[in-house]
């Protein structure tokens, strides 16, 4: 029987715990299906003071102090841990405690200001090693140790350096997954005897990156594997500095260990189906029942309702990577066309007050929810008849594959992810799933929804698209099986 293998899977953010963004949503998917083909998968994540600790009895672990050397000062950690359920099989999940780094407000930015905390190199430099000293604690070799994204990308590299001859982690491989190449966790140099590394790897071809530290880059330059989070986007960051944020030439070199891998959809949460948080659940069975979740969204929002009008939604981040800037550029002509607008977001201020201002001119047609909500977010997917993510770039993209199954047709620009996930639809032949454009210009926003707004006229074929869109699977199956064998491949026979 082929050996089970031990897999510690470290992440900054993790469903159900924390969350900030899409690497949560992964975070708290992919270990679970993992765990179902039976790889011994533990999660480890910063135990942040805004996790409920009563509600996921998460325990202390008892015996599991450890110090870590920041700089000259010697920190203290422990470890807590809780389990959770998966199809009867348990998943640990274990927490790096340090009250002083993760007693915050926020993940990375303080609430209060909107300004990434100042220590932010000191509490992640403290994770990565925390993560490593509790392993050794818990006495569970890991076979592979998957990091993602910049604040664990110290990991791979501390175990070339200074646990490169610790007999714990002799037959240890890492894989590390980026998934938003745009924020790399860079620092200045003046903070780098907090890790405790030696300078030699402070160099061009080490995490040196214009007399910056680059975390990103030591999890690119470290890792036996890198993964990107879909194939498209693999081949965007290697090939220009628009993608690759000037880690292209980096990642070109790596790119016989860079693979692209679809991120995939949980559906016992993002499924109309099975969805607890809208009022009325759905299926391809029974579409029609979608336009009660319609009627409680407008109502949510202080909108009309009206059948024929389409509500187009959308739910992100306030940031410029999300094509705000396009529907601010296209929005009075966007605002002429027969349609209803659904904004949940939150970030930069200049779109929030974007938003606020078509709101207050267009009070019948724009919604705008500002600030980070769960339910809302799954009222949208489930009450909107399209959804709108113009992005810039797009590693992935999570809510056009969750508008899929809520019959709620995407209208994106074709890159990254949502080149790989959505097909064009075609008028003639009736297939497809959504709409796409190519070049991020007004025009071309404008005029794809507007063939969005005349399909969404002709009910058979509007009736076609959803159907389509339901029928996609991107359930986490077939790629939490590539990764399996990623995994595999790196483990000498
Ligand atoms: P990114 O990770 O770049 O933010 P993704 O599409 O990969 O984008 O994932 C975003 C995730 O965060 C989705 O689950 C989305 O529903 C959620 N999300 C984003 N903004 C909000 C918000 N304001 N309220 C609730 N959920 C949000």
New binding site residues.
């Given amino acids: 029987m082929p050996k089970k293998l031990n897999i510690l899977f470290a992440s900054s953010e993790v469903e159900p715990f924390a969350?900030t963004?899409?690497?949560a949503?992964v975070s708290g998917s992919l270990p679970k299906e993992i765990r179902k083909l039976n790889g011994d998968i533990r999660i480890f994540l910063p135990h942040y003071s805004t996790i409920d600790s009563a509600k996921y009895n998460i325990k202390d672990l008892p015996n599991s102090e450890f110090e870590i050397q920041i700089g000259s000062n010697k920190i203290k950690g422990k470890i807590k841990l809780t389990s959770l359920n998966v199809n009867g099989k348990q998943l640990t999940v274990y927490f790096i405690h340090n009250e002083n780094y993760f007693d915050r407000g926020g993940l990375y930015v303080n609430p209060l200001n909107n300004f990434d905390y100042e220590d932010n190199f000191e509490r992640f430099v403290f994770f990565s090693r925390g993560v490593l000293e509790a392993t050794k604690i818990i006495g569970w070799q890991p076979d592979i140790i998957h990091t993602n994204d910049w604040q664990t990308g110290l990991i791979p590299l501390y175990l070339k350096t200074l646990y490169g001859n610790d007999p714990f982690f002799a037959n240890t491989k890492t894989v590390f997954t980026i998934?938003?190449l745009a924020y790399q966790g860079i620092f200045e140099k003046s903070e780098f005897s907090k890790t405790g590394l030696p300078w030699d790897v402070f160099r061009i071809d080490g995490i040196e990156f214009y007399d910056r530290i680059n975390l990103m880059k030591a999890g690119i330059i470290y890792s036996d594997a890198i993964t990107t989070v879909s194939k498209n986007y693999a081949k965007e960051i290697c090939s220009s500095v628009e993608f690759g944020y000037g880690l292209e030439g980096v990642l070109a070199e790596r790119k016989s260990n860079l693979f692209g891998i679809l991120n995939g959809v949980d559906y016992s949460v993002w499924s109309p189906l099975n969805d607890d948080f809208i009022p009325q659940k759905y299926s391809g069975r029974n579409i029609g029942k979608k336009i009660v979740n319609k009627k409680a969204l407008l109502e949510k929002y202080g909108l009309p309702f009206n059948e024929n009008i389409p509500v187009i939604g959308m739910?992100?981040?306030l940031a410029d990577?999300k094509g705000l800037d396009l529907i601010e550029a296209a929005s009075d002509e966007l605002l002429r066309l027969d349609l209803q607008l659904v904004f949940?977001?939150?970030g930069d201020e200049k779109y929030q007050l974007f938003l606020e201002r078509i709101k207050e001119r267009n009070p019948e047609k724009v919604g705008v929810h500002i600030?980070?909500?769960?339910e809302?977010?799954h009222l949208i997917e489930a009450g909107s008849d399209m959804f709108l993510m113009p992005s810039r770039y797009e590693p992935?993209?999570?809510?056009q594959m969750y508008s899929l199954k809520y019959g709620t047709a995407p209208i994106v620009r074709a890159t990254g992810g949502l080149e790989d996930s959505i097909e064009q639809y075609n008028s003639e032949t009736k297939l497809g799933t959504g709409f796409k454009f190519y070049d991020y210009d007004k025009n071309e926003l404008s005029k794809t929804v507007r063939f969005a707004l005349e399909v969404f006229s002709d009910k058979k074929s509007w009736l076609q698209i959803m159907k389509n869109g339901m029928k996609q699977d991107f359930s986490w199956k077939v790629s939490a099986k590539k990764y399996m064998e990623l995994y595999k491949s790196l483990i000498p026979e």
């Fill in positions: 969350k963004g899409g690497l949503d998934h938003n739910i992100s981040r990577q949940l977001g939150a600030g980070f909500s769960n809302l977010a992935c993209g999570l809510n």
